[in-house]
T-cell receptor, first 104, second 111 residues
Framework: AQRVTQPEKLLSVFKGAPVELKCNYS??????LFWYVQYSRQRLQLLLR??SRESIKGFTADLNKGETSFHLKKPFAQEEDSAMYYC??????FGQGTELSVKP | NAGVTQTPKFQVLKTGQSMTLQCAQD?????MYWYRQDPGMGLRLIYY???????DKGEVPNGYNVSRLNKREFSLRLESAAPSQTSVYFC??????????FGPGTRLTVL
């Protein structure tokens, strides 16, 4: 069965600390993976997709097929990164979300 | 372009009442989706429509119906609202690169 797991409901770090939001997936074929972000009271918006292999707002994510993971990383967290982050598999499967809180 | 619009923004219902959540997109996308967002549960797909005239159930369709009225509009109906349907509802449409573009959400409370 297709599934996305984000093991952490809440991740709290201090400003300037590295951040890693975990995402593991279950899918038998070639996965298409996305990270979406939702800032407070705003709509969800795309942050990254694995195909593009780009860095957005300092975030990167690498697809590891061996570990079936697509973790989101940023070397130095900023307060404005505080938001809800969702990992998504294809069009239909979203993870439970991880709330990132960056403290000053 | 307004993108994806949803109405209403907020709604309070009593148990047993019915209502329709409206969603429209002006990007000429074929696929549209309805999700509900609950704390600790993430986003769960209620229904989706791959193209005009087709709809399919998602993970949590019970208690809901949908209509894909035309390419632009995809509505979600609650026939007899229950407190368990208190949630934030998001509509989305899909870009050709498979990215989903979300609406601003409807916050529904069922008393």
């Amino acid at each position: 069965a297709q599934r996305v797991t984000q093991p952490e409901k809440l991740l709290s770090v201090f400003k300037g600390a590295p951040v890693e939001l975990k995402c593991n997936y279950s899918y038998s074929g070639s996965p298409e993976l996305f990270w979406y972000v939702q800032y407070s009271r705003q709509r969800l918006q795309l942050l990254l997709r694995h195909i593009s292999r780009e860095s957005i707002k300092g975030f990167t994510a690498d697809l590891n097929k061996g570990e079936t993971s697509f973790h989101l990383k940023k070397p130095f967290a900023q307060e404005e990164d505080s938001a809800m982050y969702y990992c998504a598999l294809g069009q239909l499967i979203f993870g439970q979300g991880t709330e990132l809180s960056v403290k000053p | 372009n307004a993108g994806v619009t949803q109405t209403p923004k907020f709604q309070v219902l009593k148990t047993g009442q019915s209502m329709t959540l409206q969603c429209a997109q002006d990007m000429n996308h074929n696929s549209m989706y309805w999700y509900r967002q609950d704390p600790g549960m993430g986003l769960r797909l209620i229904y989706y429509s791959a193209s005009e005239g087709t709809t399919d159930k998602g993970e949590v369709p019970n208690g809901y119906n949908v209509s894909r009225l035309n390419k632009r509009e995809f509505s979600l109906r609650l026939e007899s609202a229950a407190p368990s349907q208190t949630s934030v509802y998001f509509c989305a449409s899909r870009l050709p690169n498979n990215e989903q573009f979300f609406g601003p959400g409807t916050r529904l409370t069922v008393l």
